[in-house]
């Protein structure tokens, strides 16, 4: 089992920024990839950014310019940087991983959220 504990939500002005990190712990032979995903009031959740072992990186294109992903593969960890903050991006925020935790097996795994609120 691969667990995921994210950190760094809180509530900050329009303009602001916050950066999200998430702790990978647990059975980890190799992790794949790690990302976030967020989900607002009333809405289905939503892919922001993901990034590989390679450092290869996805962005959801209302965040592209704002957010940066980047990790720390020595630490199984992820962070997301988020600057120009807008009252869109509030939302509870998601730390997930596709990790193996032996060499034949691989899941999806999904941290608890982090709530982010961007006040306007």
């Known amino acids: 089992q691969v667990h995921l504990v994210e950190s760094g939500g809180g509530l900050v002005q329009a303009g602001g920024s916050l950066t999200l990190s998430c702790a990978a712990s647990?059975?980890?032979?190799?992790?794949?990839?790690m990302g976030w995903y967020r989900q607002a009031p009333g809405k289905q959740r939503e892919l922001v950014a993901t990034?590989?072992?390679?450092?290869?990186?996805d962005y959801a294109d209302n965040v592209k310019g704002r957010f940066t992903i980047s990790r720390s593969n020595a630490e199984n960890m992820v962070y997301l940087q988020m600057n120009s903050m807008k009252p869109e991006d509030t939302g509870v925020y998601y730390c997930?991983?596709?990790?193996?935790?032996?060499?034949?097996?691989?899941?999806?795994?999904w941290g608890q959220g982090t709530q982010v609120t961007v006040s306007s």
């Open positions: 997930t991983t596709r990790t193996y935790s032996d060499p034949k097996f691989w899941d999806d795994y």
């Open positions: 647990g059975s980890i032979f190799r992790i794949i990839s």
């Open positions: 990034i590989t072992s390679g450092h290869s990186t």
